[in-house]
């Protein structure tokens, strides 16, 4: 007889992309930032780690939350700091969605949505997106108006397209909360600094963001949430006491207050984003134009996961991803972060001999 309860037995769990931990791969497999992080950043880890780490930190973490505020224009008590964005997914389910209520999500994108609703003992719903990754907003409106929780990663994973705040505004449940995921938010060509939460529709929006991606800090884990006040306060109370740690305030703060570095990386990304596009387009692939840092490639005639074992018998990294269940069947594919040009030349050196 199990001990543990029945949801949990049933699910299979998120399976992270693979972290080797040798240093002789090129690892173009979970969208890490292949450049470093602000010079900001260690000294004030080093600052930090000389003093006060025998006392709890700031629970509020209010100096993050004042340097997030200054970027989306508002008040340092729209933002929830947490240790990654991924806390702030969970503070989300927690907070709005009772065992039974729905739980929605677009499909293809983020499956650790529906590892979120398994755990709260939820029904999830998957918004199955049409195969050029556009919505069919007729089709999915019964869903939608059941829905308590809709989470909609901007722009999307894998296929790294970007929706409009037009078509965002009509996925706002009747009667629940619309998350906008935008992890990748820095790397699109017109970055959004939450425009859709100051509209009339605000108050049922709440946006989420990591500091794993553009500011190259996957290793400290931190994200933060932006949304009205009243629906900060409320998740503010389901989060741990103290979820930010020290080092990692000091460190995203520094982060935060050096954006010249930050876009000095995500232009050369943008860049290095458009050669590997067209490089693989050359090669046969069909490549979806990318609003992230990194791009979803398809081949018609080869095999995705020999394409991904190929390169991983050659120390390259990519993650295979494979979708049952949409609208197309089963959708199968590459997902190549942008690294940079030295390991992007390499890489596709490698799969025009394996091609």
């Given at each position: 007889?199990?001990?543990?309860r029945?949801n949990?037995?049933?699910?299979?769990?998120?399976v992270?992309g693979?972290?080797?931990?040798?240093?002789?791969?090129?690892?173009?497999?979970?969208?890490?930032?292949?450049?470093?992080?602000?010079?900001?950043?260690?000294?004030?880890?080093?600052?930090?780690?000389?003093?006060?780490?025998?006392?709890?930190?700031?629970?509020?973490?209010?100096?993050?939350?004042?340097?997030?505020?200054k970027?989306?224009?508002?008040?340092p008590?729209?933002?929830?700091?947490?240790?990654?964005?991924?806390?702030?997914?969970?503070?989300?389910?927690?907070?709005?969605?009772?065992?039974?209520?729905?739980?929605?999500?677009?499909?293809?994108?983020?499956?650790?949505?529906?590892?979120?609703?398994?755990?709260?003992?939820?029904?999830?719903?998957?918004?199955?997106?049409?195969?050029?990754?556009?919505?069919?907003?007729?089709?999915?409106?019964?869903?939608?108006e059941?829905?308590?929780?809709?989470?909609?990663?901007?722009?999307?994973?894998?296929?790294?397209?970007?929706w409009?705040?037009?078509?965002l505004?009509?996925?706002?449940?009747?009667?629940?909360?619309?998350?906008?995921?935008?992890?990748?938010?820095?790397?699109?060509?017109?970055?959004?600094?939450?425009?859709l939460?100051?509209?009339?529709?605000?108050?049922?929006?709440?946006i989420?963001r990591?500091?794993?991606?553009?500011?190259?800090?996957?290793?400290?884990?931190?994200g933060?949430?932006?949304?009205h006040?009243?629906?900060?306060?409320?998740?503010?109370?389901?989060?741990?006491?103290?979820?930010c740690?020290?080092?990692?305030?000091?460190?995203a703060?520094?982060?935060?207050?050096?954006?010249?570095?930050?876009?000095?990386?995500?232009?050369?990304?943008?860049?290095?984003?458009?050669?590997?596009?067209?490089?693989?387009?050359?090669?046969?692939?069909?490549?979806?134009?990318?609003?992230?840092?990194?791009?979803?490639?398809?081949?018609?005639?080869?095999?995705?996961?020999?394409?991904?074992?190929?390169?991983?018998?050659?120390?390259?990294?990519v993650?295979y991803m494979?979708?049952?269940?949409?609208?197309?069947?089963?959708?199968?594919?590459?997902?190549?972060?942008?690294?940079?040009?030295?390991?992007?030349d390499?890489?596709?050196?490698k799969?025009?001999?394996i091609?």
């Amino acid at each position: 007889m199990s001990l543990f309860r029945p949801n949990i037995d049933r699910m299979q769990g998120y399976v992270p992309g693979e972290q080797p931990q040798d240093s002789d791969w090129i690892k173009l497999n979970t969208n890490e930032n292949p450049y470093s992080h602000s010079p900001r950043v260690a000294e004030a880890i080093e600052k930090a780690a000389r003093s006060r780490l025998n006392v709890y930190p700031d629970p509020l973490v209010r100096s993050f939350s004042e340097e997030a505020a200054k970027l989306f224009n508002v008040e340092p008590d729209w933002i929830l700091p947490a240790n990654g964005s991924d806390e702030n997914l969970t503070v989300l389910v927690r907070s709005f969605v009772d065992p039974g209520e729905t739980i929605s999500y677009a499909y293809p994108s983020y499956v650790l949505y529906e590892s979120l609703a398994e755990i709260q003992g939820c029904p999830c719903e998957r918004l199955l997106l049409n195969t050029d990754w556009s919505w069919d907003l007729e089709r999915i409106r019964p869903q939608v108006e059941k829905t308590k929780l809709l989470f909609v990663p901007n722009p999307n994973s894998p296929s790294g397209t970007l929706w409009d705040n037009e078509t965002l505004v009509k996925l706002i449940p009747p009667k629940g909360v619309l998350v906008l995921d935008q992890a990748y938010g820095d790397f699109c060509s017109m970055p959004d600094k939450g425009a859709l939460l100051k509209g009339e529709h605000g108050s049922r929006i709440v946006i989420t963001r990591t500091l794993s991606k553009s500011y190259s800090l996957a290793g400290i884990r931190f994200g933060f949430a932006v949304a009205h006040p009243e629906l900060i306060s409320g998740m503010r109370k389901v989060k741990d006491s103290y979820n930010c740690n020290t080092l990692s305030i000091a460190a995203a703060v520094a982060a935060l207050q050096d954006q010249e570095w930050m876009l000095k990386n995500t232009r050369q990304i943008q860049a290095t984003r458009e050669r590997l596009t067209l490089a693989l387009r050359l090669l046969g692939f069909d490549v979806v134009d990318s609003q992230t840092n990194f791009v979803w490639a398809t081949h018609p005639e080869r095999d995705h996961e020999e394409l991904y074992q190929e390169l991983k018998a050659r120390r390259i990294l990519v993650r295979y991803m494979k979708f049952p269940e949409t609208i197309n069947g089963l959708v199968t594919g590459l997902r190549i972060t942008i690294g940079t040009d030295a390991q992007i030349d390499t890489f596709l050196e490698k799969l025009k001999q394996i091609i």
